[in-house]
């Protein structure tokens, strides 16, 4: 069984930074490589995919663009983590951040990932 547990999530002034945290609970994380993905879901619409990357580090994609000048998704050497920096937040990105994982990275579609966190919630205000 796999568990996947988000952290760092909170609340912040527009501009501020935060970093998310994503531990993977099974060992077979460190045994294997695995895809590690953030998505988020804001208030009244639907759950969108933000980043994802391979858990040895090989290669990692984003969603938009737009959203590597300000995010940047990495993995911890241990390869059961996976981290998101987001600076320079705005209001916009007032969301559930949720973690999930699969075997292969095959784009952001919800289905691509078996396992899924709770969420950790990220709120952009003044």
């Known amino acids: 069984q796999v568990h996947l547990v988000e952290s760092g999530g909170g609340s912040v002034q527009p501009g501020g930074s935060l970093r998310l945290y994503c531990a993977a609970s099974?060992?077979?994380?460190?045994?294997?490589?695995?895809?590690m993905a953030w998505f988020r879901q804001a208030p009244g619409k639907e759950r969108e995919g933000v980043a994802n990357?391979?858990?040895?580090?090989?290669?990692?994609?984003y969603a938009d663009d737009s959203l590597k000048d300000r995010f940047t998704i990495s993995r911890a050497d241990a390869k059961n983590t996976v981290y998101l920096q987001m600076d320079g937040l705005k209001p916009d990105d007032t969301a559930l951040y949720y973690c999930?994982?699969?075997?292969?990275?095959?784009?952001?579609?919800?289905?691509?990932?078996?396992?899924w966190g709770q969420g950790t919630q990220v709120t952009v205000s003044t």
């Open positions: 999930a994982a699969d075997r292969f990275c095959m784009g952001f579609g919800e289905t691509n990932y078996g396992y």
């Open positions: 099974a060992s077979e994380f460190t045994r294997s490589t695995f895809c």
């Open positions: 990357i391979y858990t040895d580090g090989s290669v990692s994609y």
